[in-house]
């Protein structure tokens, strides 16, 4: 069992969250975590990379010279490869990288990453955290009050604020997720996370009314 102080938005401490991270994962896979990060950096990458094969290269396809007589090696178009200007032997071409594994391997990883970040004491739990308008400067001051100021956070909301992410947006090392956003990548990436109470609630299953 692992006692997670909660924190006010002034940065006082208020209580203690009690969180056995074996209610998430039972143990922590690196190896499946390694797969799921790398399926997602997979799946961001564009793919649209291209080099030119000897057809689309600009140029003449006329032989260069004759085939024997000269004392050279036998030679074909400028165009050729093997010479500088020449289109590429193995042309790179625009491809999809994107793959996907089970959902129940993602689901798991999502949770190994959670677990494994409060076992290394790195999830801050804060009682509350609304705006009634956005306000980059409360954000900053609540980040500073907490000990987070300069260090890359992910801040996790029950549900989605507009107003939380209107304030948190243009602070530097500082992204924004409600829980259904999580992922293993999001989650990892950064070195510590704030989530809500309510917001740590609905990730353990546990009643957030309670």
């Known amino acids: 069992?692992?006692?997670?102080?909660?924190?006010?938005?002034?940065g006082e401490k208020v209580g203690?969250?009690?969180v056995d991270p074996r209610e998430l994962a039972s143990c922590v896979n690196k190896q499946l975590l390694h797969d799921v990060v790398v399926m997602y950096q997979a799946n961001r990458r564009q793919g649209t990379h291209q080099t030119k094969t000897r057809s689309m290269v600009a140029g003449t396809t006329k032989k260069m010279y004759r085939q024997k007589?000269?004392?050279?090696a036998r030679a074909g178009s400028r165009r050729s490869g093997v010479r500088r200007g020449g289109g590429h032997m193995k042309a790179i071409s625009p491809r999809d990288y994107s793959y996907r594994l089970p959902k129940k391997a993602i689901r798991a990883a999502t949770k190994m990453a959670i677990a494994s970040k409060i076992i290394n004491n790195q999830v801050l739990v804060i009682d509350e955290l609304s705006f009634s308008e956005p306000k980059t400067k409360e954000m900053a001051a609540v980040l500073k009050s907490l000990g987070l100021c300069g260090v890359s956070t992910l801040v996790t909301t029950a549900e989605r604020d507009p107003n939380v992410v209107k304030s948190s947006r243009n602070i530097a090392k500082v992204t924004i997720s409600p829980v259904s956003d999580l992922n293993a990548l999001?989650?990892?990436?950064p070195k510590k996370l704030l989530v809500t109470k309510a917001a740590m609630d609905r990730i353990l299953g546990r009643n957030v009314a309670a």
Do not use: A
């Open 186 to 189: 999001v989650v990892l990436t």
């Open 16 to 18: 203690e969250y009690q």
């Open 1 to 10: 069992m692992v006692s997670l102080p909660i924190f006010k938005r002034n």
């Open 69 to 72: 007589g000269t004392g050279n």
